[in-house]
Each structure stands twice: as C-alpha cells, then as structure tokens.
C-alpha cells in the first residue's frame, strides 16, 4: 500500500458504500426511460467511443444548459450511472448534458481534461442561453479545470453563470503517493499543471461544495481550492462523499438554485 492510500479511500468509511453504483444505475435507467425522447444518448463530441454526451431536455424552451461532469478518480464510470441528477435542473427549465471520456491509463489526466473542454465547446456551440457547471470528485477537478486560463473560448466562458466542484481533487500533487498512480503516470510536474489550486482565480462564480461527513483529505482539497481561489465554500452537514452530489436532483435545493439562477 503507497503511504496515502488510505486518506483516498472512500468506500471503506461510507458504510454500506457497496450499493451506490447499483442503485445509481437503475435510477439512472428509469430516468432516462421516463423521459422518452427528451433524452437523447451516446451525442458524440470527439473520435473516440467514451467521447460522448447525453443529453435531456426540459419540457419546453430551455432556459440554459447544465453541464456535469462525472467522478471516478479518472479510472472507472460513465454519464450513464448519473441521469437520474438531472432532474433537479430539468425542473427549473434548464437542459442538461453529461459528457463521458476516456480514462487512465488509456490516456492521462491532462489527456481527458482537454476531452472535457472539447464537450463543453461542443455542448455550448449546440445550444443557446446561459451556461452552468459542476463536476463531482474527479469531475470536481474536471470542472474546476475548465476555469483555467484559455481552457475556454472567451465566448463560452462568458456564458457561465456559476460553477460548482463538488467534493474535488484540487491539489493533485498527494495522488503521486497513492497507489492509483500506477495508472496515472504522473510526476510532480504534470501534477502541478492539473492541478486547480495552482490556476488564476476565476472571473466565473464559484462555490467549491463538500460534504461534512468527508475524508479529511477531500475536506482539505475542499478548504484548499476556496482559498487559493477566495471563492465560495459550502460544507453540507452529514453528507458524504457518495451521497453529496444528490441535492442535484431535488429543484429546490440551495445547489440546484445556484447553478440555475440568471445574475
């Protein structure tokens, strides 16, 4: 074991961890199958078979576009395992796409932040209106990443309203102590250049979201890219990693109203 394994263990402190992915993919399916054709699958955004989004429509003229990215520490998931968090935005007007990329070790971290800008472009050259995005742990980074400097067209860029990381990997540096780096293939350098909490702070609005029941080492990744960005920071009483991202789901939530509330 590589000395910071466990600090980036999840599931072995989130009891019960083994049935979230089950029960994210059935919600997910009986999401997408309740929405019948607003819900168009596998929208292509690049060459490779991953480098697709999904996308759902809300009844109606849509008022913007939710973009959010989706976690696996880089290595494992798709969009899929995620339709059914659409629903919070959907409810309040707003269209939603999910993009799926490659993963490591089949290509780098820098490899798929690039893949994340080019769905984000293409998500935006296909729609019109304000824009939103949030990513949740690896999509966390993902999201943040997209902020960086020249990452967007000044076009795209302008149309964000606020952005939210949720539970992000900001500082990316502690992960060359971790096993997963076998498959990541990273050196300090590369590290630092993904690594959000080394960027510019944003002209976009940020809130950097965390559950308060987390691992100590996302709490700090949490703190960390607040501070260094001087943005918003919410820490959310009793969630946990897993079960942080579910307020997207719910059209009332304090997360869903930010990401879908105009200036």
């Known amino acids: 074991m590589a000395e910071l394994d466990d600090a980036y263990a999840i599931g072995a402190y989130v009891p019960g961890s083994e049935r979230f992915a089950p029960q994210w993919v059935e919600q997910a399916a009986a999401f997408r199958a309740s929405l019948g054709a607003r819900a168009r699958l596998g929208v292509s955004y690049g060459p490779s ?3 697709v989004s999904d996308h759902f429509s809300p009844e109606g003229e849509a008022r913007g576009t939710f ?3 989706h976690g696996g520490y880089w290595l494992k998931y798709d969009c899929s395992y995620w339709s059914h968090l659409a629903a919070g935005a959907l409810a309040r007007g707003w269209a939603v796409a999910m993009p799926t990329y490659d993963l490591c070790p089949t290509v780098r971290i820098a490899g798929i932040t690039q893949q994340v800008a080019q769905a984000v472009m293409t998500i935006a050259s296909a729609a019109t ?3 939103s995005l949030a ?3 690896a ?3 993902l999201a943040a990443r997209m902020l960086a400097p020249g990452m967007l067209p ?3 860029r302008r149309r964000l309203i606020h952005a939210v990381p949720i539970s992000p990997v900001a500082d990316l540096e502690p992960l060359l102590r971790t096993s997963m780096n ?3 293939g990273m050196d300090t350098e590369m590290a630092r250049a993904e690594s959000p909490v080394h960027q510019p702070a944003p002209d976009v609005p940020v809130t950097v979201w965390v559950g308060g029941d987390e691992r100590p080492s996302f709490l700090e990744q949490a703190q960390g890219l607040a501070q260094a ?3 918003g920071h919410a820490v959310i009483s009793g969630e946990h990693h897993f079960n942080v991202i579910e307020a997207l789901s719910d059209p009332a939530s304090d997360l869903i109203s930010r990401l879908t509330t105009l200036p």
């Open 182 to 184: 076998d498959d990541f």
């Open 67 to 69: 973009i959010f990215v």
């Open 135 to 137: 990513g949740h742990s």
């Open 49 to 51: 078979e991953r480098m």
């Open 154 to 156: 000044a076009d795209v």
């Open 229 to 231: 960005w001087g943005c």
């Open 129 to 131: 209106g304000p824009l």
């Open 139 to 141: 999509g966390g980074h």
